[in-house]
């Protein structure tokens, strides 16, 4: 599942991209994590909004509430469940992206492998939002079966839209839509990192 992506191209570029009729201001960083606010498309706005959908949980000690957790991957084969059914059917969205990474290596030691498309320096991923009591408007990003490019790597990755498909994405019926939730076919690149998937601040005075 992908936890954390890149988009480093400015509000602007990606507005005239996406054709949006208004910017939202925001606050979304270039490398998005679950949780922190990222750029969607959606409503023919481009807007920030938290990535993950809260997951209310409890205190096994106390059974009682505790800081929700960002559910912000969406399995395609799920799609019909209870959490995810009415912003499937009702609120989809454009996750504008640069490059996505997945975790690659041994437990402890993995790095973070990128993977982009050679001929689009912006792409767009399928996803669908919501307005939360806790956080706003949040988003998850929907995820497929991993293409060649990704499978060594992991065995998902996200649903990539073909910008002829964004309409069908967002406005199509749910049964449309739900075929655009495939592997994507074309190239895609890959760049491994030496970079740690998990990055520790420095402990104080080391």
């Known amino acids: 599942m992908c936890n954390l992506y890149r988009m480093t191209k400015g509000t602007a570029e990606v ?35 938290a990535w993950g959908f809260p997951l209310v949980l409890k205190s096994k000690r106390t059974g009682l509430p505790i800081k929700p957790k960002p559910v912000n991957n969406t399995r395609a084969d799920k799609l019909d469940s209870f959490m995810w059914r009415f912003s499937f059917q009702e609120r989809r969205c454009l996750i504008p992206v640069t490059e996505f990474a997945e975790a690659e290596g041994e437990k402890g030691t993995m790095t973070r ?10 792409f767009s991923v399928a996803g669908i939002w919501r307005d939360t009591d806790e956080w706003g408007p949040v988003y998850s990003m929907v995820m497929t079966e991993a293409c060649i490019h990704v499978a060594d790597v992991h065995d998902r990755m996200p649903v990539i839209l073909r910008r002829e498909d964004w309409s069908n994405w967002l406005d199509g019926a749910p ?23 998990v990055r520790r601040e420095p402990r104080p005075g080391a």
């Not at 270039?30 to 606010?37: A, D, I, K, R, T």
Request: charged residues 20%; contains cysteine; glycine residues 12%.
């Open 15 to 49: 507005a005239r991209l996406f054709g949006a009729t208004s910017v939202q201001p925001g606050n979304a960083a270039g490398e998005v994590y679950p949780g922190y606010p990222g750029l969607v498309f959606a409503g023919g706005d481009l807007r920030s909004m």
């Open 175 to 197: 049964d449309a839509a739900g075929l655009l939730c495939r592997p994507y076919h074309k190239d895609i690149a890959v760049r491994r990192t030496a970079d740690p998937w």
């Open 113 to 122: 492998t990128w993977f982009s498309l050679p001929d689009e320096p912006v």
